[in-house]
């Protein structure tokens, strides 16, 4: 088959669960056979010179990006505010992509699937279905609006509150009329497939997790010391940033009380100035890294406190499947169908955050049973060739229907 994606921000380097989940699938796509091309929006804050992309990669995939500027305008949002409409999706309108998605479709088609990485695409539905016949696919990494839900009822500020009420109402309703353009949908988790059917979508679905490359991640034994934990994300993502906050601030003086040695490694892109020059005690700020596999590999013990995300996290795989000591919570559990205290443990509360890395800290061999589970259960459910072959096979079975 051949297939065009289209993103809303250039998919590498894979070092955002965005950009991990669209490139895994391009590259597996790729390595069985089908023709792959990615036209990706060159974004302001997620900006990458296309000329620096690895050759192989450059051989396997066919990249097409146009720059757009995406950068927050007050202007522009009170605008779309007094108009009603969604500022996230306005944010992601360009003239020019447009121009190069009308190009590609006459010039270099006919493609089999255009597959939308994100609903952030869906503007661009009429440009598809003029220029061509290919079965049109969203695939969903999150159900949007339930982020911006969430993030509304963990904000302290009244009037921030009420502001990000209704961006998600309005993300909500364009999520709602958009699903009606589609033809397939491809959610990441069993937890969105209900959401969207719940938005009201009757079509065909096919249920695709967010997976981790066989190539690049193989289970590691666990260090000599198990007295570090890190964690992994980007934080320029609200949900990330919201969670470690919230780690720093409740959690992480209850657990140093009992283990003064013990250390928390931060990584991730976009670190804010908050974050680089935390005064906390026992933390150590690296930033960007530059192998996000190297970086999991040297420590064991991964925290993912999450209270405000949808889909599924991609770092959590990825960290099971390297064997990592994970702790998590609810929202941060959801989509992976993994259970709590066989594959990661999972706490809902400060207090229970604690206990639970105590716990580990104190219990070598609930490590060491935890590590082999969900890096056990991370190659049976998730790996990138497996899970990419089952979604081209409902392709083709919907383009036959």
Known sequence: MRILQL?????????????IATLNISKALARQGHGVTVLAMNTTKHFFN??????????EILFHSVKIDNDISSFQALKSLVMNRSYNVQRFLSRAYTEKLRELLRNNGPFDVVQLE????????SIIRENSNALISLRAHNIEHLIWERRARNEHTIFRRSYLTLLARQLRRFETEQLKNIDVLVPISPVDELGFRNLGFTGPVHMCPA?????????????????????????DWAPNLEGLR????????????????????????NMPE??????????NVLGEVEDAVHFMSLHNMMIVPLFSG????????????????????PVGAEGIRAQNGTHFLVADDADSFAKAILRCLGDETLCRELSAQASRFAHAHFGNMATTAQLTAFYQKQRKS
């Open 7 to 19: 993103t809303n921000k250039f998919p590498y380097p894979p070092r955002d669960g965005g950009a």
């Open 50 to 59: 296309p000329m620096d992309l690895p050759e192989k990669l450059s051989e």
């Open 118 to 125: 994100g609903i952030y695409l869906a503007p661009y539905i």
């Open 211 to 235: 997976s981790f490359d066989e190539q690049e991640f193989c289970s590691t034994h666990q260090p000599p010391s198990h007295k570090n934990i890190f964690f992994l994300g980007a934080l």
């Open 246 to 269: 919230w780690f720093i601030r409740e959690v992480w003086r209850k657990v140093i009380a009992y283990h003064p040695d013990l250390l928390l490694h931060i990584a991730g892109r």
């Open 274 to 283: 908050e974050i680089k020059f935390l005064h906390a005690p026992n933390v």
């Open 310 to 329: 949808s889909g599924m996290r991609v770092k959590i795989v990825e960290g099971m499947a390297l064997g990592k000591v994970i702790i998590t919570t």
